[in-house]
């Protein structure tokens, strides 16, 4: 088992701030320091955030930013699900307490960065929906936090989420990188590694800036190719209809696959690489967790129309984004959820006016999914300020398979450090491999589906050790 944690009740006082801790209705124990509220920006949009703060030592432990990725889909299913110290039982939407919750490794801020998602709410025609804008929105929000909560701003600073936070968290990163001098987080960076670290390289007030994606999508284009040959992998693609495309499509490769050319090929083409998409969403699969029964009690795509293929390159992006943009929430059970975020007494727990609609995990939004020219020149200038990038997820989910963490990382052209190397939880079971390009580390959890779903323990463990500046050694740690 992952070594054990001692934690004290910690208690943070600012009189001056407008924010106080909460205390969940039926928690368990509340013994953990939990805020609820919004970050007010003067376009009156209105975000709703959750912030738990470490539970041990919070004043040196790292800000962990937990972001969405869809416009409509709410962070605090992942909250309530997965990463928050709370979590709500599927069986009668109750709490219990989450023993592996990220606030063992660092603070924890969660926010639903659009005014569309969960609680958050404000004039909708002050937002336009795509990455760039979500950016600078997201960084005000950024800024906010650190007005309201000044005494994090020198703690090591990370930036993550899951899927398509990959196409708008790098940008994020630049953004704060770029305006170190004037936006008051006071941003410096070192060096992070799994297996070892430069000591005070930057002194010893540096702030390690890294992102953290769980089952990123990280390129539009590329995601179909690496989709259809994941999915191939697990006998999901008719064999024959898999070499033709290989040989007629790609010439003879699927993975040096160009998707702009082999969309123009021929309309058997087009029509595979929809219908691997078309499959993921209509097989009754749970691509989220292949392991686990899909629910469909989740809002559905229903969007997706077979003549997308058909139409070029244009079409097709846009039946990716669609999937992106869904994919992720179409198995779960919302009821659960929906069940206690919408009772009136945890709403008034959490802040929430009266008149601000009902929480839902999706909330449909009509998403112009503007992408980066090219994410791979963004990503690289990420990194070349020394911006750590930490890839990570369960091996079992289809949504956005790791392999395409592995190979966008590959294709970075940063020199490969390590082989492929197993981690440990327990003495002689792995739990899963990693892998090293120089400042990139991505990680697959074995037997576990989006971003470690089913695996909380490995995910947290693997967190610390990425977060931990290089003092737990990544590949051997065990009990």
């Known amino acids: 088992m992952c070594k054990a944690f001692l934690f004290l ?23 953990v320091v939990l805020y609820s509220g919004y970050l007010d920006l003067e376009d009156d949009s209105h975000a709703h955030y959750m912030f738990t703060a470490a539970e041990s030592d919070p004043n040196s432990k790292p800000l962990l930013v937990w972001l969405g990725s869809s416009m409509g889909h709410s962070v605090m299913h992942h909250f309530f699900h997965l990463f928050g110290p709370y979590i709500i039982r599927s069986s009668n939407s109750s709490l219990e307490r989450n023993n592996d919750a990220w606030s063992k490794v660092g603070n924890v801020l969660f926010i639903d960065n659009s005014i569309q998602a969960g609680f ?40 993550g989420g899951s899927s398509g936070t990959g196409q708008y968290a790098p940008l994020i990163a630049l953004k704060i990188a770029e305006n170190k001098a004037e936006n008051q987080i006071n941003l410096k960076v070192k060096i992070t590694t799994f297996i070892s670290f430069d000591e005070n390289i930057f002194g010893q007030d ?37 070499e033709t495309a290989q040989r007629n499509c790609c010439n003879g490769v699927l993975d040096k696959c160009e998707i702009h050319n082999a969309i123009s090929v021929s309309e058997f083409c087009a029509e595979f690489f929809f219908d691997i998409l078309y499959f993921a969403e209509r097989s009754g699969l749970n691509m989220f967790n292949l392991n686990e029964k899909c629910e469909k009690d989740a809002q559905v795509i229903d969007a997706l129309q077979k003549n997308f293929a058909k139409e070029g390159l244009t079409g097709l992006t846009d039946f990716i984004s669609l999937y992106a943009e869904k994919a992720d929430v179409k198995c779960v059970d919302e009821i659960p959820y929906s069940t206690y975020l919408n009772r009136t007494d945890v709403r008034r727990a959490l802040n929430i ?20 020219e090219d994410n791979y020149k963004v990503v690289k200038k990420v990194i070349d300020s020394n911006i750590r990038l930490f890839l990570f997820g369960g091996d079992l989910s289809l949504t956005s398979p790791m392999l395409h963490s592995q190979r966008f990382a590959n294709k970075l052209g940063y020199e490969q450090t390590t082989t492929i190397l197993p981690f440990f939880i327990e003495e002689g079971q792995i739990a899963g491999h990693f892998v090293k390009y120089g400042p990139i580390q991505v990680a697959s959890i074995l037997d576990s589906g989006m971003y470690g779903s089913g695996k909380k323990l490995e995910t947290i463990c693997i967190l610390s050790a990425f977060v931990s500046d290089g003092k737990r050694n990544f590949s051997t740690y065990q009990s």
């Open 9 to 31: 009740f910690v208690t943070i006082v600012d009189a001056a701030r407008p924010h106080i801790a909460i205390n969940l209705p039926d928690a368990p124990d509340n013994d």
């Open 120 to 159: 958050s709410y404000g004039q909708e025609n002050n937002q336009t929906f795509d990455v760039y804008t979500r950016c600078d929105f997201t960084y005000k929000l950024l800024l906010k936090f650190f007005e309201e909560f000044p005494e994090f701003k020198a703690n090591d600073l990370y930036i």
């Open 206 to 242: 540096t702030v390690i800036m890294g992102l953290i994606i769980g089952n990123a999508i990280l390129s539009m284009d590329e995601i179909s190719i690496d989709l259809a040959m994941y999915m191939y992998s697990y006998g999901l693609v008719d064999e024959r209809t898999y």
């Open 353 to 372: 006016p009266e008149d601000v609609r009902s929480w839902e995990m999706y909330r449909s939004v009509p998403y112009r999914f503007a992408i980066p």
